[in-house]
């Protein structure tokens, strides 16, 4: 069975630049998360949803960040403009309805701004 | 105030020595879940273990298994019989119950987990 799948694995891009991170959940999971993850910080949830519908984003740090869910099989993270301290790995997960779910990470995608 | 603690941010063990990789945690849900991840070098996170807050018995799988103190809030991973391949970040996240919903794991700060031949 396929995983959770983001792309891109890595992304280096320039400051200012608009980045687009994208997940494919495992199919039937009705939780999908964005986590964010740094040294200085360690891992961060940035943002839930639940059946496509955001629940909880008092972890995204700022307007500059949006995330969308337009359906059960895709999610973004979209992050303009982007800044150097925005580098760090983004990875997404999803988990069953059935509490509590353990969490099923892709592989993370390692974004670099310059 | 941090949900989970984990004071160990390095570890140095023999191999084939056993090792507990502290966590505590704050909650004040009743219904609540514990997990141990980790991650190694190549980045992915890997589900090792889970612990339910009425789970009367200590999860085991495998060389995992996870010391539970309810009243201490204290969810310990220990590994058995250590191998050169359980070198690796190991994360203690915690899931809590709210309303019937879900919420996201918080993780701690992680453990460096290092294994000398």
């Known amino acids: 069975d396929a995983g959770v799948i983001q792309s891109p694995r890595h992304e280096v891009t320039e400051m200012g630049q608009e980045v687009t991170l994208r997940c494919k959940p495992i199919?039937?999971?009705?939780?999908l998360f964005w986590y964010r993850q740094t040294m200085m910080r360690g891992l961060e949830l940035l943002i839930y949803?639940?059946?496509?519908?955001?629940?909880?984003d008092s972890g995204m740090p700022e307007d500059r960040f949006s995330a969308k869910m337009p359906n059960a099989s895709f999610s973004t993270l979209k992050i303009q403009p982007s800044e150097p301290r925005d580098s760090a790995v983004y990875f997404c997960?999803?988990?069953?309805?059935?509490?509590?779910?353990?969490?099923?990470f892709g592989e993370g995608s390692r974004l670099t701004v310059l | 105030a941090q949900k989970i603690t984990q004071t160990q941010p390095g570890m140095f063990v023999q191999e084939k020595e056993a090792v507990t990789l502290d966590c505590t945690y704050d909650?004040?849900?009743?219904?609540?879940?514990l997990f141990w991840y980790k991650q190694p070098s190549s980045g992915e996170m890997i589900f090792l273990i889970y612990?339910?807050?009425?789970?009367?018995q200590n999860a085991t799988e495998g060389r995992y298994s996870l010391n539970f103190q309810k009243a201490r809030k204290s969810a310990n991973l220990v590994i058995s019989a250590s191998q050169l391949g359980d070198s690796a970040m190991y994360f203690c996240?915690?899931?809590?119950?709210?309303?019937?919903?879900?919420?996201?794991?918080?993780f701690g700060k992680g453990t460096h987990l290092i294994i000398q031949p």
């Open positions: 996240a915690m899931r809590e119950g709210q309303r019937g919903g879900a919420d996201g794991l918080t």
């Open positions: 909650t004040s849900d009743q219904s609540y879940g």
């Open positions: 949803f639940n059946n496509n519908v955001p629940i909880d």
């Open positions: 612990q339910g807050s009425y789970d009367e």
């Open positions: 199919s039937g999971h009705d939780y």
């Open positions: 997960a999803s988990s069953l309805r059935v509490l509590p779910g353990e969490l099923f």
